[in-house]
């Protein structure tokens, strides 16, 4: 079955960086849409950044000019990297793919999640 296991989350002070890997496997994954989300304690999920299946990448307002999404193929590896982070960051962080090459739609596979904590 599809894997995505993410990795690189903890604690960090702010205007600090951390990096998140996400490891695909069993999913031809190059060819749909991969993103990040996060869930804040209490809070919704709310998308972060994704990247489609032709590299065209999106982030959401909050995290725009401090969060870029890359993905290295030769690794089955999705990245998220945070520089500038800030406490409102603080949430457990999901790697998520599919169902389209576009994200137009909501993932249809998840990883279990990496927490990210931002201390003022």
């Known amino acids: 079955h599809v894997q995505l296991v993410e990795s690189g989350g903890g604690s960090v002070q702010a205007g600090g960086s951390l990096r998140l890997s996400c490891e695909v496997s069993?999913?031809?994954?190059?060819?749909?849409?991969m993103g990040w989300f996060r869930r804040k304690e209490g809070g919704r999920r709310e998308g972060v950044a994704s990247?489609?299946?032709?590299?065209?990448?999106s982030f959401a307002e909050s995290v725009k000019g401090r969060f870029t999404v890359s993905k290295d193929i030769a690794s089955n590896t999705l990245f998220l990297q945070m520089n500038d982070l800030k406490p409102e960051d603080t949430a457990m962080y999901y790697c998520?793919?599919?169902?389209?090459?576009?994200?137009?739609?909501?993932?249809?596979?998840w990883g279990q999640g990496t927490q990210v904590t931002v201390s003022s």
């Open positions: 069993r999913y031809r994954w190059v060819n749909y849409c």
């Open positions: 990247i489609d299946a032709d590299g065209y990448t």
């Open positions: 998520a793919a599919g169902p389209l090459r576009s994200c137009s739609a909501l993932p249809n596979k």
